[in-house]
């Protein structure tokens, strides 16, 4: 989801105002739904690109031996040195379990060393998703009661 380079606001389908003032962009938004990364992932059929962020690409698929719909998490980068390592957020996903995160199905290594998780699919909308449609300052939440 694009962001307002002058303000950080995220917006869907046009930047209708700017905190700072500044004009919309020009640029056409992007697409809800952008197509997978050209690649084959054996044993899963791609649907489309859920989210990119700095460690990986979130995908939608469906797992071509029974239909089950998941989410494939395609690392950037096999490994660093800060504590990014792929296998310590496999390790901690399946210590904690669901339904508080979501479960592991599999995890391994595509060609040119690209790790990946493949893990059970929520269908509910990103937190930039619901930043978007609702504009404005989160409600607090209560202490207490």
């Known amino acids: 989801m694009p ?3 002058t303000c950080g606001q995220r917006w869907a389908g046009g930047h209708l105002f700017c905190l700072q003032g500044a004009s919309p962009s020009s640029e056409p938004p992007a697409s809800p739904r952008p197509p997978p990364p050209a690649l ?6 791609l649907e489309h690109t859920v ?9 939608a698929a469906r797992r071509q031996r029974d239909g089950l ?6 690392f950037h980068r096999p490994r660093s040195h800060r504590g990014d390592d792929p296998s310590l957020e496999v390790e901690a996903l399946r210590a904690i379990g669901p339904p508080t995160v979501p479960e592991v199905y599999e995890s391994g290594w595509l060609a040119r ?3 990946y998780i493949v893990m ?3 269908p509910h909308p990103l937190l ?5 449609r609702d504009a404005g300052p989160m409600p607090q939440a209560g202490h207490g009661a």
């Open 3 to 5: 962001r307002c380079l």
């Open 40 to 45: 084959v992932f054996p044993g899963y059929e």
């Open 51 to 59: 989210a990119q962020g700095g460690f990986g690409t979130l995908l």
């Open 69 to 74: 719909r998941v989410a494939i998490k395609l």
């Open 113 to 115: 060393d690209r790790p």
């Open 120 to 122: 059970q699919f929520i």
């Open 128 to 132: 930039a998703e619901y930043l978007t």
